[in-house]
């Protein structure tokens, strides 16, 4: 269960790839942190990710969580970004025999889980060919 | 002078073809085909909804704007389908895009009118100089009634676009409403489907608000219908639109161009303003565009624009209106279609 004040709290990065990099070892972090683990320097600053990447790997879910039922079957992959940070969302408006690593991608905004009837809509990036 | 600074258009990959439709209800395909002009309608995704098809049709707007979404200082969202009962789909928009916090935001609802709706008071925000950039998006996931004739057209969609006063891709050179109460199509508050009045929604509703503000508009910027370039009215169906476009002195060459709504379905909030887009994509500086929307309840809102030189250099920021339509189909069977729509009851 996403409640909506965790929901509300991950906005920035859900919504807007809003990331930070440490300003002394410029290690890229995302989700955002407030302090450094490899430095424990507190000074970071706001960055914004690619929106586009490639596939590195990627699965195809059949058997998927209770939120996610309907979208089945779904695939879900890693991408690298064009600024090198890797993250794991749904590949969407794609055949699956036509996925490939490698395979260029885009970001989009979806829908990502809706809590049941009644609850709020939580919405963040996926990505499609680009 | 005010005008449009951006514009873009959405639309989602899945289709359903008239046949697959009448085929489960026992229609006659050719007859609706025939009678509709519809050949086929787009189909939302159950992760698609009107915000996420608002956020990829602004996004798309800002890629030919060229401007920081921080200076948009007001976005609005028309659509018969927001996602929520209460809470704004403009919020959600507005922050995807990075125009939070400083930024007037509200939800618009006129049947298919909501985005010219919103349209119109972004531009006349700009003109009063209250805001230096405004964002106006028509977007809807349309239900019809199963077996409802709706059903073959009600589809999904969404265009956006930017108003502002310095680098202009078309000039607004006038606007203009045309309202009266007329009860041709409406949905009560819990209800899923609309109902609507039949042949009640041609003469006395789509075809006299379109023809009274048509007129209007070009009595007001003292025009007539060989001074367009093109001219969009709105496409619940195929044929609607060369009829009126007919009664009023238009050719079908200044329809064809932003005429989708055969292979597209008609996206309510989104069907004459993504026309715009699409006309937008293939005119050339110096071109003159009339667009007339129609929403039920009833009334319509007319703009005439001016096509500016800045139209060569924004055209291919961001993907064609025709190219949407026509790539990276992907056809469903009616069961499918009944899934992704809700059309089927579940245990809960």
């Known amino acids: ?130 | 002078m005010e005008g449009i600074i951006g514009y873009g258009a959405y639309i989602p990959r899945n289709r359903i073809k008239v046949e697959e439709i009448a085929k489960v209800w026992g229609a006659d395909a050719p007859s609706y085909k025939r009678g509709l002009m519809l050949e086929e309608k787009s189909v939302p995704s159950p992760d698609q909804d009107t915000i996420t098809m608002s956020v990829e049709a602004a996004k798309y707007a800002l890629k030919r704007a060229l401007i920081d979404p921080l200076e948009i200082g007001a976005v609005y969202v028309g659509s018969e389908s927001h996602p929520y009962a209460v809470k704004p789909s403009g919020t959600v928009l507005a922050e995807a895009l990075g125009a939070t916090p400083e930024v007037h935001t509200a939800d618009f609802e006129f049947a298919c009118k909501a985005g010219t709706e919103g349209m119109y008071v972004a531009l006349s925000l700009v003109k009063a100089g209250e805001i230096k950039y405004g964002l106006a998006v028509g977007a809807d996931t349309s239900q019809g009634a199963p077996g409802d004739a709706l059903e073959y057209s009600a589809a999904a969609g969404a265009a956006a676009f930017i108003f502002g006063r310095e680098n202009l891709i078309a000039k607004a050179v006038e606007s203009y409403s045309y309202m009266t109460d007329t009860p041709d199509f409406w949905r009560r508050e819990y209800q899923y489907y609309p109902q609507h009045g039949g042949r009640f929604t041609g003469d006395p509703s789509y075809f006299k608000h379109i023809i009274g503000a048509a007129k209007g508009i070009m009595n007001k910027a003292g025009m007539k219908p060989s001074d367009f370039n093109y001219v969009i009215f709105h496409q619940p169906n195929g044929k609607f639109p060369f009829r009126v476009g007919k009664m009023l002195g238009f050719e079908k060459r200044q329809i064809e161009p932003g005429w989708l709504v055969n292979k597209l379905g008609n996206t309510y909030s989104g069907s004459s303003p993504m026309g715009l887009t699409a006309t937008l994509d293939i005119s050339e500086p110096g071109e003159k565009i009339l667009i007339v929307s129609y929403g039920s309840g009833a009334g319509s809102d007319a703009f005439v624009f001016e096509v500016t030189k800045r139209i060569d250099e924004a055209r291919d920021l961001a993907p064609r209106t025709r190219d949407l339509l026509d790539n990276n189909k992907n056809y469903l069977e009616y069961g499918v279609y009944a899934k992704f729509r809700q059309k089927i009851r579940k245990a809960d």
Not at chain 1, 1 to 27: D, F, H, V
Not at chain 1, 63 to 68: E, G, K, M, N
Request: glycine share 6%.
């Open chain 1, 1 to 130: 269960m996403t409640t909506p004040s965790r929901y509300w709290r991950e906005i920035p990065q859900r919504y807007r790839l809003e990331a930070n990099k440490c300003k002394n070892c410029e290690i890229t972090f995302f989700p955002p942190r407030l302090i450094c683990p490899q430095c424990k320097n507190r000074e970071l600053e706001p960055i914004k990710l690619a929106e586009t990447g490639k596939i590195l790997t990627y699965t195809v879910i059949r058997v998927p969580p209770h939120q996610f039922v309907d979208q089945a079957p779904y695939a879900v992959g890693i991408i690298e970004l064009d600024d090198g940070v890797k993250i794991t969302a749904q590949v969407v408006d794609c055949d699956f025999e036509d996925l490939k690593i490698g395979q260029r991608v885009r970001i989009e905004f979806r829908k990502i889980f809706q809590e049941g009837e009644s609850g709020i809509l939580c919405y963040g990036y996926k990505f499609v060919p680009e």
